[in-house]
């Protein structure tokens, strides 16, 4: 999509502090970060939202949370991580471009 933020970061036409990308997945901090660790992990396809996904995407999807417990090993949370999926303007979702986020370390919010 043309007009989508997180398609243009992973197609690197608008800078972001990357920390992954392989050839499904791109991984970056979040801009306004919301814990000691907050990172974005986004398809390079474009899907709105979970509301998409189908089964096409299903070996994304493990990808996706597979590569979760790694990343944040390597962010240094050995204690544990959250992973929040908002979705839809009723789930506080902000960008329409599929994104998991991965917190984690002090400061980490609630769900208030
Ligand atoms: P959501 O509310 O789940 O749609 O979350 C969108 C997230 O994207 C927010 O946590 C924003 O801080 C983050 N965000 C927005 N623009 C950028 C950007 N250019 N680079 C990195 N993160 C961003
Ligand atoms: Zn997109």
Redesign the pocket.
């Known amino acids: 999509m043309s007009d989508c933020?997180f398609c243009k970061?992973a197609a690197g036409e608008?800078p972001?502090d990357k920390v992954y990308e392989d050839d499904q997945v791109v991984v970056?901090k979040?801009?306004?970060p919301k814990a000691e660790v907050h990172l974005?992990m986004i398809p390079r396809q474009h899907i709105a939202s979970l509301n998409e996904l189908s089964v096409e995407h299903d070996v994304l999807t493990s990808h996706m949370m597979r590569l979760l417990p790694r990343l944040a090993r390597e962010q240094g949370l050995e204690q544990g991580f959250r992973t929040i999926i908002?979705t839809g303007e009723g789930g506080?979702?902000?960008?329409f471009h599929l994104?998991l986020?991965l917190m984690g370390g002090d400061n980490l919010p609630g769900f208030n």
């Open positions: 933020l970061i608008i972001a970056f979040d801009i306004a974005l908002n506080g979702q902000e960008v994104h986020h």
